[in-house]
């Protein structure tokens, strides 16, 4: 009990204020070179692609099967990369070019800009343990893997002693989201999994999953209401359990943040009150370059706290709406024919 009084009166004492993460790196893939150079274009394109839109099924669209059998039509630059006994390609891919093809193929993209996910999940092996990040039964590895194959940003906790003394399994196990965000606040979350494996007692080797992602309510800031946006279920061996984890939650962030690219560019005006700093004004300029939705940033005017950013949108003012709640610190005061007004909480 004192424990747990100790860890939420040291929560409530943080501001815990996150922003969206920039994933890096996402229109760059990899693949192992065996002298077919067409083949391993292919694949780091293919990599690409399943990043970007989070959907594996891309790669059948018959628009995107043309593009993997000429891939060097969009690839910018491209160098090679020593893992081990294994030399791999490692290409940079034209934005723009698998922007398009994107949009051809009809699936929504998702840009840089990703939330941040802190993944707890309970080993229930007799014992409950919460999953380590360094957990040599290769849990942890399986499920980043997978998780970075989509592009997601993740964290899984250190299980150290600030985390044995933030949360313990039967918090997990009851999924009591709102002490479980704070604690995730040292890994910069904005939402958190929280579910439980455990093996299957009749067949060896199989596993079932069972979790919920869990963050503020839609159209809400942080530290409001928080409730359980999703949820997933699933079995079979470890592999297969983490790729359908994985996919189900990229799945989800397509659904409510990704952007369907259309042919034509449409201008936005963002009015932001409360950037008295420049350090806020750069990342939500940052934040705001890395929306799918968003082709072009330019700050339009400057008076006193408020800055004006003139937008270029490929995709529906609606997108970008859902795309700004990802960053905590903003909050809607006036949507009109004039442009969109928010407000900027300083931490």
Not at 97 to 124: E, H, T
Not at 179 to 198: H, N, W
Not at 210 to 237: F, M, R
Request: proline share 4%; hydrophobic share 40%; charged share 20%.
């Amino acid at each position: 009990m004192l424990k747990r009084l100790a860890t939420l009166l040291c929560c409530c004492c943080l501001p815990f204020v996150v922003s969206a993460a920039q994933v890096a790196d996402l229109y760059q893939g990899k693949a192992p070179t065996s002298g077919d150079m067409t083949a391993a274009q292919s694949q780091a394109l293919g990599e690409v692609l399943i990043k970007v839109t989070g959907k594996r099924d891309i790669l059948t669209q018959p628009e995107v099967v043309k593009a993997l059998a000429a891939p060097g039509d969009y690839v910018q630059h491209y160098g090679y990369q020593d893992l081990g006994p294994v030399k791999f390609l490692k290409a940079d891919f034209d934005v723009t070019k698998v922007n398009a093809l994107i949009a051809q193929s009809k699936f929504a993209l998702l840009g840089p800009a990703r939330p941040q996910l802190a993944i707890w999940l309970v080993l229930d092996q007799g014992e409950r343990r919460i999953l380590p990040d360094q957990s040599s039964d290769g849990w942890a590895a399986a499920l980043r893997g997978q998780t970075q194959a989509m592009g997601l940003p993740v964290s899984i906790p250190l299980m150290d002693l600030d985390d044995n003394m933030a949360v313990n399994a039967t918090d997990v196990w009851g999924r009591f989201a709102d002490p479980i965000l704070k604690a995730s606040q040292r890994y910069g979350a904005e939402m958190v999994v929280l579910g439980k494996l455990a093996p299957d007692e009749k067949e060896e080797g199989k596993w079932s999953i069972d979790w919920g992602l869990y963050g503020p309510k839609p159209g809400t800031q942080a530290g409001g209401e928080l409730v359980e946006l999703t949820k997933g279920a699933g079995s079979g061996s470890q592999a297969e359990v983490a790729q359908g984890f994985a996919d189900a939650l990229a799945g989800w962030l397509v659904q409510n943040y990704g952007t369907r690219l259309s042919g034509t560019i449409s201008s936005q005006t963002l009015v932001v009150e409360g950037l008295a700093g420049i350090d806020g004004m750069i990342q939500l300029q940052k934040m705001l370059q890395g929306m799918a939705s968003v082709s072009k940033v330019a700050i339009g005017k400057l008076e006193g706290d408020k800055v004006t950013f003139n937008l270029s949108l490929q995709g529906d003012k609606a997108e970008l709406v859902r795309g700004l709640q990802l960053e905590s610190r903003l909050r809607q005061i006036e949507d009109n024919e004039s442009g969109l007004r928010y407000q900027w909480s300083q931490p």
